[in-house]
């Protein structure tokens, strides 16, 4: 048998002895601020915030994708370009759906309108369209003074949200859409933060409960830790291609109800990290059971756009609701987040999103504003990137063409890249994965042997969290442990993004396939 290579666990707490110094309240006085000398302990004071006096909560909060194996392949990357030696010559960071990071083009039209928001002296440019010359002057005309650097109102600005309502309702077949229900927001995240945040109250049995799906996408986990809510999981069917089961709903409700308050579902469809999309029965069944159970819905939709399997198609949960009739959609609280950062836009960096509400208590939607007006406005750069997602050229304009084009470019390539990736995975011994049918990540399972299961619990690691490293370092392949999602107990999996190009993703999944069958030998599991 090969010999076990030594796996370093990644450090949790504090690397660097500096942290651990105490600060001299006599800053001026010789021999200690300025380095002349020594420093008169006598004279230093205890730090205010400590770990011993750090909110509890900030400590409970976990989060895998940027977790252990990203910082640790952040290091191997700077050993690299120090001039380090490894088995390979680049990292190829696959955990985390940052397409422009990962080398996707940027949709010309919106970077035409936002630079034209931007630095407005462009509109004398001849090389601007019109129409994006015409969608920038709306905007600015909105803005505070003409100026993208202006604040706006709180929830965004009012022609935006006009367009985003018109998108809506277009979207979903003439369902209406209120402008004055619609929310700019700092990405999709920072709306659903906002929307958790006014449901999560209660102590001891009569705490929110939060219920999430697992595998689930970790902002939820950590939103619900920081808050001190109960996180209660419901289990997607892997072997039914990650299906929402309604009977797992009511499973996970009723055992949650012996100690906590469940008050509110969240979805994520398409689904992150596992690729599925949801049907409209599935979605009809959720509605039905929130209904019953008096449960706010949280509908993250950001992948609604990445839909790749040709006998799927997004249902929006606003739309389903409305044709289970008035009384489901006049009665149900939902509120649907949608962002700048997916889809084919992949514009992460600008932070850009929305969130519609429907069906808040008047009180409180006087409440969500209040909160709203504390954090000012979302950028206004973002907005102006969300106006152009739900406001594209037409047809009969210019830039028509050109934005079509590019486009179905962006979302054929990761239809291309979601099938080859399912391909090439299951054709590896003891590696599974679902279709992915959406989104823009695989999650596949791996079978990890018991005697690397044992060593990784001598190392006092997760098992998956032990393959996932020792895939970094051997072959510099970035993902994320499938333990950092939340997974059936005795399962293991990862989690990649099959944003790389193409080129790059076969190199990607190459390499996988070869350290998964020596990874096989090495414990001796490869029948």
């Known amino acids: 048998m090969p010999q076990c290579r030594q796996v370093t666990a990644v450090a949790s707490g504090p690397v660097d002895s500096a942290q651990n110094l105490k600060v001299s309240t006599q800053a001026s006085r010789p021999g200690a601020a300025d380095g002349s000398g020594p420093m008169d302990k006598s004279l230093m004071r205890e730090k205010t915030l400590t770990m011993d006096t750090l909110n509890p909560q900030v400590k409970a909060v976990e989060y895998a994708v940027r977790g252990p194996i990203v910082i640790k392949a952040g290091e191997i990357e700077k050993y690299l370009e120090e001039g380090g030696t490894k088995p390979f010559s680049e990292v190829i960071k696959a955990n985390i759906g940052d397409a422009h990071a990962m080398g996707q083009q940027p949709i010309t039209f919106l ?19 019109e129409d994006a010359k015409w969608r920038a002057q709306r905007i600015l005309q909105g803005c505070g003074g003409h100026s993208l650097g202006s604040y706006s109102a709180s929830p965004g600005v009012e022609c935006i949200r006009k367009d985003i309502a018109a998108y809506i309702e277009q979207r979903d077949e003439g369902v209406p859409s209120d402008w004055e229900n619609i929310y700019l ?19 001891d049995s009569s705490r929110t409960g939060v219920m999430i ?28 291609c990650w299906a929402l089961d309604i009977n ?12 906590c308050q469940p008050r509110v579902i969240c979805i994520i469809n398409p689904g992150n990290p596992t690729g599925q999309v949801q049907s409209k029965k599935c979605i009809e069944e959720v509605l039905h059971f929130a209904y019953e159970e008096n449960l706010f819905v949280m509908s993250d939709e950001v992948y609604q756009d990445n839909v790749y399997t040709p006998d799927c198609q997004f249902h929006s949960f606003k739309k389903v609701l409305y044709e289970m009739g008035p009384e489901y959609f006049n009665s149900v609280e939902l509120a649907s987040f949608h962002s700048s950062s997916k889809g084919y836009m992949g514009e992460c960096g600008f932070r850009g999103g929305y969130m519609e509400v429907i069906n808040m208590d008047p009180e409180v939607k006087a409440q969500l504003v209040k909160l709203l007006s504390v954090r000012l406005c979302p950028p206004l750069a973002g907005q102006a990137a969300m106006d152009v997602i739900v406001n ?7 830039s028509y063409k050109q934005f079509h084009q590019e486009k179905s470019s962006v979302l054929g390539a990761l239809a291309d890249k979601a099938k080859l990736t399912e391909q090439i995975l299951n054709a590896v011994p003891g590696i599974k994965c679902n279709p992915v049918q959406g989104a823009m990540y695989a999650f596949p399972r791996i079978f990890i042997p018991p005697k690397a299961v044992e060593e990784a619990k001598a190392l006092g690691m997760q ?3 032990f393959y996932c490293l020792r895939l970094l370092e051997e072959t510099g ?35 996988v396939r070869d ?12 029948e």
């Open 213 to 240: 799906p697992i595998p689930q996408y970790p902002l939820y986990s950590a939103a619900i830790s920081e808050m001190d809510a109960v996180q209660v999981n419901y289990y997607l069917d892997e072997d039914n």
């Open 463 to 465: 098992p998956d969290m």
């Open 185 to 203: 927001t700092t990405g999709a995240s920072d709306g659903i933060m906002t929307i958790l945040r006014l449901l999560v109250s209660g102590k």
């Open 477 to 511: 392949i970035c993902v994320v442990p499938g333990s950092g999602f939340g997974q059936k107990d005795g399962t293991h999996h990862f989690r990649m993004t099959i944003l790389p190009s193409i080129e790059k993703l076969k190199v990607l999944l190459g390499k």
């Open 111 to 129: 970077r035409q309108v936002v630079a034209l928001c931007t630095f407005p002296e462009l509109m004398d440019s001849p090389s601007f369209p």
């Open 515 to 526: 350290f998964h069958i020596s990874f096989l030998k090495e414990y001796s599991a490869l």
């Open 392 to 398: 594209p050229p037409q047809s009969d304009e210019h």
């Open 248 to 259: 797992e709903l009511y499973r996970a409700y009723q055992a949650a109800k012996l100690h």
